[in-house]
C-alpha cells in the first residue's frame, strides 16, 4: 500500500512537471541578416499566446511557413531522410546578455552557413531550443539564397527569449527547407555541431536581478550649541558625584 502510495506521488511529479514544460506559454523575438543587412524582424510565441493570435489575424489572407504557429518536435528528424544535396557547413552561438549574472543568458545569435550542390537556391530556416530530445521553435526565418559553397552568404539570427524559457542547458537544432517545395533538406543539431549543444540560456522574465535596499543615513546637527552642550555633560556629571560622595 506504502509502495503504491509512493509511485503514485512520483508519477503525479513527474507528470506535472512535464505538462508545465510543454504547456507553458513562451515568446521571443529575433532579427536575421545576411552579409551585414539585416532581412527581417518578428516574434514568435506558443500557440496560445496573444502575439501568435495576432499574426494569424494578420498573415490569414496568405499563409506561410513564417506565419504558422511556433512547430514542436517529440524526436529530431532523422539524417538518413535529409536530401543529400543541401547540407549546414557550420554553426556557432554567440551568448551576449546575462542581465543577473547567473551565467544563463536571454540574449544570443546564431550564425550558420548553409551549402548546396547548386550554384544558386532559395530557403529558410526553422531554429529551435531543445531539452531532452524536446524542441520548441523559437523562430522561422524569411525565404534566402545561398550560393554554392561560399561562406558569404551565411545567416545570423539574433534572438532575445522573453518568456518561458527556464534556465537550462539546451540545444539549438537548425531545419532548412527548400523555398519553393517546402521540403525538409539540411538538418544541424548538437550531435553534428558541438557549438549547437549545452547553451545556458533563459528567458528575460527568469533573469532575476537583485537590487540592495536604499539605506538610509540620518544626520542630527545641533550647531554650536549641541557640541558645547556634549562637552560640559560629563564635568556636570562629575561634580555631581563628588557631592554626594
Not at 120 to 129: G, P
Request: one cysteine or more.
Amino acid at each position: 500500500m506504502k509502495i503504491s502510495v509512493v509511485h503514485s506521488v512520483i508519477f503525479s511529479a513527474i507528470f506535472c512537471f512535464s505538462a508545465q514544460a510543454d504547456d507553458v506559454d513562451w515568446s521571443a523575438k529575433s532579427s536575421e541578416s545576411q552579409a551585414g543587412k539585416v532581412l527581417s524582424t518578428s516574434k514568435k510565441a506558443s500557440s496560445s499566446s496573444n502575439i501568435n493570435q495576432g499574426q494569424a489575424l494578420k498573415t490569414a489572407a496568405k499563409v506561410t511557413p513564417q506565419s504558422q504557429a511556433a512547430k514542436t518536435l517529440a524526436a529530431r528528424p532523422a539524417q538518413s531522410d535529409i536530401n543529400q544535396e543541401f547540407w549546414v557547413y557550420d554553426a556557432y552561438v554567440s551568448l551576449h546578455t546575462d542581465s543577473d549574472y547567473d551565467g544563463y543568458y536571454h540574449h544570443f545569435s546564431v550564425d550558420f552557413d548553409v551549402d548546396s550542390v547548386y550554384a544558386r537556391s532559395e530557403v529558410y530556416a526553422r531554429l529551435y531550443l531543445g531539452v531532452n530530445d524536446v524542441f520548441r521553435e523559437y523562430h522561422t526565418t524569411g525565404d534566402f539564397y545561398i550560393e554554392g559553397d561560399i561562406t558569404e552568404d551565411q545567416i545570423t539570427v539574433e534572438t532575445e527569449l522573453l518568456s518561458g524559457f527556464y534556465p537550462d542547458d539546451y540545444e539549438i537544432l537548425i531545419e532548412i527547407y527548400d523555398a519553393y517545395t517546402n521540403e525538409l533538406v539540411a538538418v544541424s543539431d548538437g550531435y553534428s555541431d558541438a557549438d549547437l549543444y549545452l547553451l545556458s540560456i533563459e528567458s528575460q522574465d527568469k533573469e532575476v536581478i537583485y537590487v540592495e535596499p536604499d539605506v538610509v543615513v540620518i544626520e542630527a546637527s545641533g550647531g554650536s550649541a549641541g557640541w558645547l552642550i556634549a562637552l560640559l555633560l560629563p564635568i556636570a556629571l562629575l561634580r555631581l558625584i563628588r557631592r554626594s560622595i
